[in-house]
């Protein structure tokens, strides 16, 4: 080589994989290309493991709130009369209350209100609610003899068969709801022991509760921490809203039937309008069962046009409720389909007895207000959730 000039090495080839197969140069091998999944089937594989995941946490989620279904239900009670209750202990502490004061003279002063309610009407309804359950029997009886003997002529075994069928569904629905983890005893000590719980932990909610909500804002993105307290106070308005509107249509709907009662001359007047009332908690499946309680001790006590005249009254009340008190004083906070009630309702029930169905309604309001903001962009109002079909 010339003086100056730099020899170029070139870089060796790398070996030959001895497994590699050249289709061209082997007679009568086939190019095959890489197997494809259809995107279809890749998206629906993703979505349903995805699916899984979710619905296996959902269930586990479920499985623990059962556990601990005497602390959930006592826990969320409490939020709820808490929401209710804010306005209150806000307007004392604006006034200069201190804040553990506020928040014990407000639940003193509920506490008593119900005390008061229970002293005035304990003793006109200890003696009849002793005959409401044999009023409402016998009632049954009638309307059985009614469907044999009547223009029907159903037969007597079918009628007692469907009869006995109903009864035994209620029954085991009725168990279901009042049983907690388990019977006797000590289903009365978990109802106590749940409302004491539910009553400390209200205390500490109108208290401390605007403390607390800073403590779990801290685990949230700064970022998401408006949009957050946003999305609080949205909730804490539509709990507030459930729990004082039904309270007042409840209270309508005892006085409407039990004014009702009292101009037919109907017995039993007083239960009548605590399941009334008591019952306007659970929406659609407590009215129901107190006009069926109502009709039922009117046609045992006084006839068949009774009977007649207090479903009258029953359902002349419930248009009432469901046309105009409903959509102006609930409406306006819980926006949930009739459908989406019944089947919060059923499940509540069967998971959490009558805590649950009484909490079923608020609740699932509640998650419709979180995830009505969760769709949004920044910016934007929250959608409002669909009160019908065509909406939804």
Request: hydrophobic share 55%; net charge neutral; proline share 6%.
């Amino acid at each position: 080589m010339h003086k100056g000039m730099t020899r170029v090495v070139e870089p060796e080839a790398p070996p030959e994989d001895p497994r590699a197969v050249d289709p061209v140069a082997v007679p009568g091998a086939v190019s095959r290309p890489p197997l494809r999944v259809p995107r279809s089937l890749d998206f629906a594989a993703a979505v349903s493991w995805r699916l899984l995941v979710v619905g296996a946490a959902v269930v586990a989620t479920l499985v623990l709130l059962t556990r601990l279904q005497v602390v959930f239900v006592s826990t969320a009670a409490a939020i709820l009369v808490a929401c209710a209750l804010w306005p209150t202990v806000r307007r004392l502490r604006d006034r200069g209350v201190p804040p553990s004061l506020a928040a014990l003279l407000t639940l003193l002063g509920l506490l008593g209100a119900v005390a008061l309610t229970a002293a005035l009407v304990a003793p006109y309804a200890a003696d009849e609610i002793r005959e409401l359950d044999v009023n409402v029997t016998g009632g049954v009886e009638v309307v059985e003899d009614w469907l044999v003997t009547g223009p029907l002529g159903l037969s007597e075994r079918e009628v007692q068969s469907f009869f006995e069928r109903a009864e035994r569904q209620v029954r085991a629905v009725g168990n279901r709801a009042i049983r907690g983890a388990w019977d006797g005893a000590m289903f009365a000590v978990e109802f106590f022991a749940g409302i004491l719980l539910a009553i400390v932990l209200t205390f500490f909610f109108l208290k401390d509760g605007d403390r607390m909500w800073k403590w779990i804002r801290g685990f949230v993105p700064a970022r998401r921490r408006d949009d957050w307290d946003r999305i609080a106070v949205d909730v804490r308005d539509v709990l507030a809203g459930f729990i004082r509107g039904t309270t007042l249509v409840a209270a309508v709907d005892a006085v409407g039937i039990g004014v009702g009662l009292l101009l037919l001359d109907v017995p039993l007047v007083v239960p009548i309008a605590l399941l009334t009332f008591f019952g306007g908690f659970i929406p659609l499946v407590g009215a129901t069962i107190a006009g069926f309680v109502a009709v039922m001790v009117a046609l045992v006590s006084n006839g068949f046009l009774t009977a007649l005249a207090v479903l009258g009254v029953v359902i002349a009340v419930q248009q009432l409720e469901g046309s105009i008190l409903q959509p102006l004083v609930v409406g306006r906070s819980v926006r949930l389909h009739p459908a989406v009630i019944l089947l919060a309702v059923g499940a509540g029930a069967v998971l959490w007895g009558i805590g649950g169905a009484l909490l079923a309604v608020p609740l699932t309001a509640a998650l419709a207000t979180v995830l009505a903001h969760l769709r949004t962009k920044p910016g934007q109002e929250p959608p409002v959730a669909p009160t019908s079909l065509e909406g939804a």
